[in-house]
C-alpha cells in the first residue's frame, strides 16, 4: 500500500467501517493518475483468482519479446477463460493516452500559431513594400544627403515595430490569462514567469523585423538617381 493511504472520504477512511487486511509492504507515493489529479491513496491487493470488476494481470517484458509474450499470453487466455475476450495495453500507450488531449491541443495551437505568424509575415511584407515604395524619393533624397543603409532601415521599420509593441503589450495579459486557467487543471503545475512572456516578445519583434527589413534593405541599397528619376 501507499504511504497516503488513509483519507478522509475515500474507500480506506477508518470511520467508513472495519476493513481487515494483511500489510505485506508500504511504498512511496507515486503517480498512477494523470498529473491532472494529485496522488490519491493506493492499494494494491495480490490474488491468486481472478475477482472484482476490474481483474489485471500486469507484466514486465523486454521489448525484444514484446509480440512473442502476447502471442503466448493470448494462447494461455483461450485455454483457461475461453468465453472472455483478451485485451491487453502497455504502460507507455497507457501513459500516453492520459495526454492524449493535451497532444491534440498542442497540434492544433501549433499549426494554427504557424499560419498566423506566415500571414502576419505576408501581410508585413506588403504593407513595408507599399509603404517603401509611396518614400521612394524621400529614400532617394536621404540617400543623396549621406544616409547609411542601416539608418534608411531603422527609419522604414521603427513605424512598424511601434504597431508589433502595441500588440504584444495588449496581447501579454490575455495570454497570461489562458495559460494560468489552463494550467490550473494540472494538481501539478510550473509557475508563469515574466521572462516566457519577454522572450516571446522578443521572438515577435525579431521575426516582424527581419521581415520588414527585408524590403527596407532592398529600397536602401537602390540607386537613388533612379528613385529620383522616377519621380
Known amino acids: ?3 497516503r493511504l488513509i483519507q478522509p472520504g475515500s474507500f480506506f477512511d477508518p470511520n467508513q467501517g472495519d476493513v481487515a487486511f494483511t500489510v ?4 512511496s507515493d507515486f503517480h498512477f493518475q494523470s498529473l491532472h489529479e494529485p496522488i490519491a491513496p493506493l492499494f494494491l491487493q495480490h490474488n491468486r483468482v481472478f475477482q472484482g470488476n476490474n481483474p489485471l494481470l500486469a507484466a514486465r517484458v523486454q521489448m525484444a519479446h514484446n509480440q512473442s509474450f502476447i502471442q503466448e499470453a493470448q494462447k494461455h487466455w483461450s485455454t483457461f477463460a475461453p468465453d472472455q475476450p483478451f485485451h ?3 504502460l507507455d500507450a497507457n501513459l500516453d493516452n492520459l495526454y492524449a488531449n493535451e497532444k491534440r491541443t498542442q497540434l492544433i495551437f501549433g499549426i494554427f500559431a504557424f499560419l498566423a505568424v506566415f ?3 505576408i501581410g508585413l511584407l506588403g504593407l513595408s513594400t507599399y509603404m517603401t515604395y509611396q518614400r521612394t524619393k524621400e529614400i532617394g533624397i536621404r540617400k543623396v544627403l549621406g544616409a547609411t543603409v542601416l539608418s534608411i532601415t531603422n527609419l522604414l521599420a521603427q513605424d512598424f515595430l511601434k504597431l508589433v509593441l502595441i500588440a504584444i503589450v495588449l496581447a501579454t ?3 497570461w490569462y489562458l495559460m494560468d486557467r489552463w494550467l490550473a487543471d494540472f494538481a501539478y503545475r510550473i509557475e508563469l514567469q515574466w521572462w516566457m512572456f519577454v522572450l516571446a ?3 515577435a519583434a525579431g521575426i516582424a523585423f527581419l521581415t520588414i527589413s527585408f524590403q527596407s534593405v ?3 541599397l ?4 533612379k528613385s529620383l528619376r522616377s519621380e
Not at 505485506?24 to 511504498?27: L, R, S
Not at 537602390?222 to 538617381?225: A, H, I, K, L, S
Open 222 to 225: 537602390m540607386n537613388p538617381v
Open 24 to 27: 505485506i509492504g508500504v511504498v
Open 218 to 220: 532592398k529600397a536602401a
Open 119 to 121: 500571414i502576419a509575415c
Open 173 to 175: 495579459p490575455v495570454s
Open 201 to 203: 516578445g522578443v521572438l
Open 88 to 90: 491487453y495495453s502497455s
Open 1 to 3: 500500500m501507499g504511504k
